[in-house]
């Protein structure tokens, strides 16, 4: 089933364009006229920009943080820590030091900077970082926490060392354009380019993954993030931020937060807007699967039996018996994979763990048993998702339909991939009723290459057991 090709909003198409054209446009503009100045005393005005700015950041962070709680990916962990620490560098670290009218400011400058290059580094890093890859969140929390040592490590080194900090630039700067001035410390000029680099690098990571991944907010993000980069050549041509005069790119880096925003309030409305969709798609995924395991699982007993049944005396009667048998199985098997290839288009961003967890909870609700799921760690992303998710959901509702049961748990552990789905019940070996649904299991197992086995410790409950080779 082919998927249909993306189709993005307008805007979120156009944002990446417009903000590289208003890049180029306003630096040439800058550069090329000799009488404009591009840098107005407003030390007031910078307080507030850069309070505003790290309330966005936050806010964003925010929204970012949920979509890695939810997915547990690496990449809006990387993206969210990259927020917080320029909300950091806007308002601890510069703001406070402006409001307060502290005299020598050298070590505020040189804190800010180094804090800034490393949340381009943080935009860079996530930009990279492939979709699949997952993080738990002990480990992520682990890794906030060294992202936090590592920023008071830097204020105790600038704060211990700012009576022998040099500036970072001249203090008779001019205020009018007339070319590029590149001056300032070199660690400074090296250090806003390599920010630009990496926020540049980042933009187009962003929206190469935000194509590929169908994802509007990424969108957003990459041009979020080339306005970032302008922002940085700005400051490397025309002297940097790091003063009481509000700058071009001073303006280039407040797009960067609006876009931000944007993309944020874009995703929240598309997360309430969608969750109607998602609950129909799940609706239907779930009905799927009880004709699966009913429908289909009485086809192929029909067929099984029509075959064993088939003598000299009714040849003839048998083979239309079994044609017919097998012309409805492939009939609703085609129907069956057009249905749920649509439910999962609707559902593509969920995690494993979620989806599986939904559909064994649907079983359970319906029958009043209790049912308890183990996603062991590495066994996020098993192979054939909902193939070993509609064995899990056959093999709980034979456990709580057919066997009685009152307490399930199922647990998939990787390396080898495996699936387990321990009940209380009656076992099948005493319950033929749940043959049935046990053949279909061997069968689905086997179209995917797994291995099925059954055990009833002291002839008390059902442990089934997948094994993937």
């Known amino acids: 089933m082919t998927s249909p090709a993306w189709d993005p909003p307008r805007s979120a198409r156009l944002a990446m364009p417009v903000a590289l054209v208003v890049v180029v446009v306003l630096t040439a503009t800058v550069a090329g006229l000799r009488s404009l100045s591009y840098a107005y005393e407003a030390p007031g005005l910078q307080v507030v920009l850069n309070t505003a700015d790290a309330v966005i950041a936050l806010v964003v962070a925010y929204l970012v943080h949920g979509r890695y709680r939810q997915h547990g990916r690496v990449r809006d962990l990387l993206l969210a820590s990259g927020l917080v620490v320029i909300a950091v560098a806007n308002l601890p670290v510069t703001a406070l030091a402006q409001a307060l009218s502290v005299d020598d400011r050298e070590q505020y400058h040189w804190l800010a900077l180094l804090v800034r290059t490393l949340a381009a580094g943080l935009f860079a890093a996530a930009a990279v970082t492939p979709r699949t890859a997952r993080v738990d969140r002990r480990t992520g929390r682990r890794a906030v926490l060294g992202s936090g040592v590592a920023f008071v490590w830097l204020a105790?080194?600038?704060?211990?060392?700012?009576?022998?900090?040099?500036?970072?630039?001249?203090?008779?700067?001019?205020?009018?354009?007339?070319?590029?001035?590149?001056?300032?410390?070199?660690?400074?000029?090296?250090?806003?380019?390599?920010?630009?680099?990496?926020?540049?690098?980042?933009?187009?990571?962003?929206?190469?993954?935000?194509?590929?991944?169908?994802?509007?907010?990424?969108?957003?993000?990459?041009?979020?993030?080339?306005?970032?980069?302008?922002?940085?050549?700005?400051?490397?041509?025309?002297?940097?931020?790091?003063?009481?005069?509000?700058?071009?790119?001073?303006?280039?880096?407040?797009?960067?937060?609006?876009?931000?925003?944007?993309?944020?309030?874009?995703?929240?409305?598309?997360?309430?807007?969608?969750?109607?969709?998602?609950?129909?798609?799940?609706?239907?995924?779930?009905?799927?699967?009880?004709?699966?395991?009913?429908?289909?699982?009485?086809?192929?007993?029909?067929?099984?039996?029509?075959?064993?049944?088939?003598?000299?005396?009714?040849?003839?009667?048998?083979?239309?018996?079994?044609?017919?048998?097998?012309?409805?199985?492939?009939?609703?098997?085609?129907?069956?994979?057009?249905?749920?290839?649509?439910?999962?288009?609707?559902?593509?961003?969920?995690?494993?763990?979620?989806?599986?967890?939904?559909?064994?909870?649907?079983i359970a609700l319906r029958s009043g048993a209790e049912v308890e799921v183990r996603v062991l760690p590495g066994a996020d992303l098993p192979p054939h998702a909902e193939s070993l998710i509609s064995i899990c959901c056959a093999a709980v509702r034979g456990a709580v339909a057919h066997g009685a049961a009152r307490c399930v748990t199922v647990t998939v552990a990787a390396d080898p991939l495996r699936v387990l789905v321990t009940d209380d019940g009656a076992p099948v070996e005493s319950n033929p009723a749940r043959e049935v649904g046990l053949r279909w299991i061997r069968d689905r197992a086997a179209e995917r290459g797994g291995a099925v086995s059954l055990t009833s410790p002291g002839g008390q409950g059902t442990t089934l057991t997948v094994d993937w080779l």
Do not use: K
């Not at 194509?211 to 957003?220: G, Q």
């Not at 790119?249 to 407040?254: A, K, Q, S």
């Not at 944020?264 to 239907?284: D, F, M, T």
């Not at 699966?292 to 009667?317: F, I, Q, W």
């Open 156 to 362: 105790a080194i600038a704060l211990l060392t700012a009576d022998r900090l040099p500036r970072t630039l001249p203090e008779d700067l001019p205020r009018a354009a007339g070319g590029p001035l590149l001056v300032g410390h070199p660690a400074l000029v090296a250090l806003q380019f390599l920010a630009m680099v990496l926020f540049a690098a980042a933009a187009f990571a962003f929206h190469r993954a935000a194509r590929r991944e169908r994802d509007e907010f990424l969108l957003w993000v990459a041009a979020a993030t080339a306005l970032a980069a302008g922002a940085r050549l700005n400051y490397l041509i025309f002297p940097s931020l790091y003063s009481d005069y509000l700058y071009t790119g001073d303006l280039l880096r407040l797009g960067f937060y609006l876009l931000l925003l944007v993309g944020a309030a874009r995703e929240i409305r598309s997360y309430w807007s969608g969750r109607l969709a998602a609950a129909v798609a799940r609706g239907r995924r779930d009905a799927v699967r009880e004709v699966e395991e009913v429908v289909l699982g009485s086809l192929h007993e029909v067929v099984d039996r029509a075959e064993t049944a088939r003598s000299s005396h009714a040849e003839t009667d048998s083979q239309q018996v079994v044609r017919a048998a097998r012309e409805a199985l492939a009939t609703t098997e085609a129907l069956l994979d057009e249905v749920r290839g649509g439910a999962g288009e609707e559902l593509l961003e969920e995690p494993f763990d979620v989806r599986l967890r939904d559909a064994v909870a649907a």
